[in-house]
C-alpha cells in the first residue's frame, strides 16, 4: 500500500491537535537536520581522497552512495513524523520509518567501508 494511501484513508477517530503539532515539528527538525548533516557529510567525502589513493570514479562512487543513504535516512522523517498523528497506521508507519533509517545507516556504512 502506498504511502499516500495511508495517511488519506478515513480513520475514525482524529489525534489530538498536540499530536498533529508535535508529528509536524518531528517532520521538520528531521529534515532540517538531515539537510544539516548531508551538507556536512558531502564537505567530508569531497576531502576524503586528499591523498589521491582511491581512484576518482571510486572516490565519486562513495560520495554518491553516502549522500543517497543519507537522502533515505532524512526522508524517513516523513513517515515518523506521520506516525504521532495518523491514529490507525501508527505501527506500519514506525516500521516504515525505522527499515528507511536502518537502510539509509547501512548504505552510508557499506559505502564508507568499501572505500577505506
Same mark, same amino acid.
Given at each position: ?10 480513520? *475514525? *477517530?482524529?489525534?489530538?491537535? =498536540?499530536?498533529?503539532?508535535? @508529528?509536524? #515539528? ?25 591523498? +589521491? *589513493? ?18 533515505? *535516512?532524512?526522508?524517513? @522523517?516523513?513517515? @515518523?513524523?506521520?506516525?504521532? %498523528?495518523?491514529? +490507525?497506521?501508527?505501527?506500519? #508507519? =514506525? ?8 537502510? @539509509?545507516? +547501512? ?7 568499501? %572505500?577505506?
Amino acid at each position: 500500500m502506498p504511502l499516500i494511501a495511508i495517511v488519506t484513508e478515513n480513520n *475514525s *477517530s482524529k489525534a489530538p491537535a =498536540w499530536l498533529v503539532v508535535l @508529528g509536524s #515539528l518531528f517532520m521538520i527538525l528531521w529534515l532540517g537536520g538531515a539537510f544539516i548533516l548531508g551538507a556536512m557529510k558531502l564537505m567530508a567525502g569531497v576531502m576524503a581522497n586528499d591523498s +589521491g *589513493s582511491a581512484s576518482a570514479d571510486a572516490h565519486l562512487a562513495m560520495i554518491a552512495a553516502v549522500m543517497g543513504g543519507q537522502v533515505i *535516512s532524512g526522508l524517513a @522523517g516523513v513517515p @515518523g513524523g506521520l506516525a504521532f %498523528f495518523t491514529v +490507525g497506521k501508527r505501527k506500519k #508507519l =514506525w516500521a516504515i520509518f525505522f527499515a528507511m533509517l536502518a537502510a @539509509g545507516v +547501512g548504505i552510508q556504512a557499506a559505502a564508507l567501508y568499501l %572505500f577505506f
